[in-house]
């Protein structure tokens, strides 16, 4: 049962100025700081739960956000681990979008590393799987990092 009449909930929020946080909530942090250990817990738990329903596409977008707050947190390693395997189930769904994703995620994982020659190609790929389907944000992601190599 709702506590608030039902078109409370439609309203936008609002920012409370000086807003306390409830006891044993976590303490405010800054959007662009983050918690990226919360972030792994969860990310985590997405591809447990992914895997335990056999929704694979679920999996795919928790090992890429797994990837993702590897490579954050500079374990560029663990991140090239979480995008192959994103990419690897990708494939095999045949979803090219987050193919594409995981393909540029692995790229900038690379360059990271020191890999310039796999980072290139793999920018490359996401580039080509991207403007192949139609896909904006990876593209655009994909051509910065081979403007990087120009």
């Given at each position: ?34 918690r990226p250990g919360e972030g792994l ?33 500079r374990r560029y390693d663990l991140a ?71």
């Amino acid at each position: 049962m709702l506590e608030k009449p039902w078109n409370w909930y439609a309203k936008p929020a609002t920012a409370t100025p000086k807003a306390t946080p409830c006891a044993g909530s976590p303490r405010p942090t800054s959007n662009s700081a983050g918690r990226p250990g919360e972030g792994l817990k969860l990310a985590l738990s997405a591809v447990e739960f992914a895997r335990a329903t056999g929704d694979q596409r679920l999996e795919v977008g928790g090992l890429n956000t797994l990837a993702r707050l590897h490579q954050k947190l500079r374990r560029y390693d663990l991140a090239v681990n979480g995008y192959r395997g994103a990419i690897r189930i990708a494939q095999e769904i045949g979803n090219r979008y987050l193919e594409a994703e995981a393909t540029v995620g692995l790229a900038e994982s690379l360059r990271h590393m020191g890999d310039s020659g796999g980072a290139r190609s793999s920018a490359a790929r996401a580039l080509r799987l991207s403007e192949d389907g139609g896909y904006p944000a990876p593209a655009g992601r994909a051509r910065a990092l081979l403007a990087d190599f120009a």
